[in-house]
């Protein structure tokens, strides 16, 4: 296992701890965009389906990462991963410890990943309960209203990270969560 790579988490959610509403992001807020951009870039990102086709189609997959879903079904969408360089439908819920095992061989498969990468969970509710318990930093950004959403975030951070905010603004504010 390389020691170089590391699993995070990253997450937005509202004033009340919600992260979607009718299956999309509610808000649109740029700091937050910035910063998942500037994070994630060049890194290896998984996510489960419905969190893949909540973003945009103009938007999808992530570009300068390598998109990574969970989906108990991975050949419905063979179609989807031949089309592009950069994305993997799988059903292999470990895939991160092949990964952690066999780095360079996902770096030189896929040119988007840096040679140092990291492997970030980014959604949704079923991933961050299944890995976060796996990940040494968090990254949260919280927003500042309530945005009426329907899926809340419940997972406890505060039991095993200590909290540190990095960024605020009028919108929000971003928290690096990190092991205790």
Not at 70 to 86: G, H, V
Not at 130 to 140: D, F, H, Q
Request: aromatic share 16%; with cysteine; glycine share 4%.
């Amino acid at each position: 296992m390389h020691l170089h790579l590391i699993m995070e988490a990253i997450i937005a959610f509202d004033i009340k701890k919600g992260i979607s509403k009718n299956g999309s992001l509610p808000w649109n807020v740029q700091e937050d965009l910035h910063h998942f951009y500037n994070k994630t870039k060049c890194n290896a990102v998984i996510m489960g389906r419905t969190t893949y086709f909540s973003i945009p189609d103009s938007k999808r997959p992530l570009k300068n990462r390598l998109n990574i879903v969970l989906t108990r079904e991975p050949n419905k969408y063979k179609e989807i991963s031949n089309s592009f360089k950069n994305v993997i439908f799988t059903n292999d819920e470990n895939i991160y410890e092949n990964i952690l095992l066999f780095p360079n061989k996902y770096s030189d498969m896929y040119h988007v990943l840096d040679k140092f990468f990291k492997i970030f969970f980014i959604g949704g509710n079923e991933i961050y309960k299944k890995y976060m318990p796996l990940c040494k930093t968090i990254w949260v950004t919280q927003m500042k209203e309530d945005y009426g959403c329907d899926l809340i975030f419940d997972y406890n951070l505060e039991d095993k990270f200590c909290e540190e905010k990095v960024f605020e603004s009028e919108l929000c504010n971003i928290y690096k969560y990190s092991i205790l």
